[in-house]
């Protein structure tokens, strides 16, 4: 039976990933009343648009047309602002990508004030809850008068290049614009896709919106963090720190709508996996010669027994794991019977899992070459579990030091690096209908969301958004939007510009998506959220 995997890789002395399900009774549900419309997109035959996507919607209001002609209009100058964004290596995990950092913040702060025309600043939120410094946080408010506000979430960092020899076939921060084929221009660079090229194509859509109206249709709070790679530290601090700059947002739009699946459907989320990264030290006290007692040894052996698919810490945690709704299995079958997609099975698994991952070991000198005899005093280990809805984070960690005396360990230090509590994605909402409106006006089949709380298919990534769905602020959160990219947390990321014509929306489509949903937005009455997303 295949095991999940993580996208996390780190060049280490040894990477294992430990994947466990949670066995999850199935039962018969009648089908759901949520269904995708049929398929009603233009064929490969019909007209494009001048960029390459399938015809714009036609019924939309009269302005919406001249905003996508204005995107169309602008595409050149959006596409040449992604590509100054991503070659700023802003890299958060580094030291050496800090100093970019700050770059990041001073041009998305200045795209905000300078093209934009709405007041923002940039804020540094000190230390944060694990030790660690923040990253910067840019806050920008466009208050143009509107019923409601939106919370317009993006990050400005990104992942390292990994790697001991070039596995790039481009300049990772070069944003180059190529053909490859399906897709008609592509633009390579490391957080192109992940996620400069979606969270700026809001911000690009807001700018052209505003140069046909001279308005929003919304009021919009921009958060711009840099420490998404790094657990959101930095946001986080920074919004316990100053809740009251978020308290008028009537719902949170996240992560640049996230394109669509790889069948080219589109997708309602807004969830969040949980997620707590840990480091397990084993030390001897002092070096020695290769017939003392080795750290290293003694190092894999505790990480073996305390992170197998079988230890008492992971069947104790996966106890905790609150079992599907009867919705949300209803769902999960019907997308298991999409063409190629994941069986019902492993995604079940994915859902109702525990899965830890050995992202890197250290230990001694690892030098190429090197052959002196040496035995390493100190063995390391970064971990990184995530977990679905129902278990603790704060808990895995007291858990993790009970387990590690119970086996002998008591010796073994463990440095939190931090924790993002889960969240669930929701559909019953007004943002979550003008989200599905927007597909349905552009004729891109969607996969039908359940009622009620659910975790997506597929939807093992963590994220910010458990800062906007839970206390204080209850939020309703979605992520969803047209467009595509690929090699996020990999090497060879690269972003849509201009689709196949036929599935795959470019950077164009993107904009105009965000544009729809936000005027379907505008347009629905104001009411209370049906559900919260932090808790069933």
Known sequence: ???????TVNVCLFITTIAIALGTVMVDIAAQDRQSPPASRPTAAAPLTIHGDPADPTDVPAELKKIYARIDADFDRHVARLQQWVRIP???NTVEGRPAIWESARFIRDVIVKELGCPAQIHDPGLTDWGAPGHPVVYGRCDVGAKKTLL????????????????????????QLFERPPYKLVMAGRAANNNKGKDLGTINALLSIKAVTGTLP????IVVEHDEERMDLG?????????????????????GGNGQMADGRGQISGQSIGCVVFDLETSSGAPGFWLDPQPLWRHLKMITTLLNEESSLIKGLERDVLPMSAEELAYYKREAAAPGAASLEESIRLRTGVRVTVTGTWSGNMAPGYAGNYRPPVASSKIDIR???????????????????RLGYPDVKTNVVGIVPWSWANADTEIAAAALKMFRQFGVPYAAPPKGNFMPVGGTYYGPNYLFAREPLKLPVVVAGLGWGAGSHADNEYYVMKG??????????????FATLLYN????PATPSSSPAGVR
Request: zero cysteines.
């Open 218 to 221: 919304v009021n919009v709070i």
């Open 521 to 524: 937005w505008a347009a629905e």
């Open 90 to 92: 802003s890299v958060s």
């Open 235 to 255: 946001l986080r601090k920074f919004m316990f720190d100053h809740p009251e700059l978020f308290r008028d947002a009537d719902a949170a739009f996240v992560h």
């Open 152 to 175: 317009l979430y993006a990050m400005g960092d990104a992942m390292p290049i990994y790697g001991r020899e070039p596995v790039w076939t481009h300049e990772p921060f070069g944003a």
């Open 500 to 513: 196949d014509g036929k599935r795959i929306y470019g950077f164009a489509g993107a904009m105009k998506a």
């Open 387 to 405: 977990y679905p809805p129902g278990v603790d984070g704060e808990d895995i960690v007291k858990r993790v030091r009970v387990e590690l005396d």
């Open 1 to 7: 039976m295949r095991r999940p995997t993580n996208n």
